[in-house]
């Protein structure tokens, strides 16, 4: 939610960027885990990486990435949301 208000303290690179394009979509994945590297890790294989940004916190090459085409209408990304939205509900499951 904070990425997409306009107002706000700059502290990130991202509020940096957004000042010059606007967010189309938001694709949430609810979760208590830290899935930011693991989700980062996926996205490199199916698009361009930005290198070192957004990930100064940590060893990803980069935690922005770059498509070509909307990624919201390739096979590829379609299924990677669905995997991280899909395993947390099933990580939620075995804790029952």
């Not at 930011?36 to 990803?60: H, V």
Request: with cysteine; glycine share 2%.
């Amino acid at each position: 939610k904070r990425h997409l208000r306009k107002r706000k303290k700059k502290r990130w690179h991202i509020d940096y960027i957004t000042e010059h394009f606007s967010i189309i979509q938001t694709i949430p994945i609810r979760t208590q885990e830290k899935l930011e590297c693991e989700i980062a890790q996926s996205l490199k294989n199916i698009a361009d990486e930005i290198e070192n940004f957004g990930s100064s916190d940590c060893k990803c090459g980069s935690h922005l990435f770059y498509f070509e085409k909307n990624p919201l209408l390739l096979e590829k990304f379609q299924n990677l949301i669905i995997n991280f939205r899909i395993n947390q509900i099933e990580k939620c499951l075995e804790n029952y």
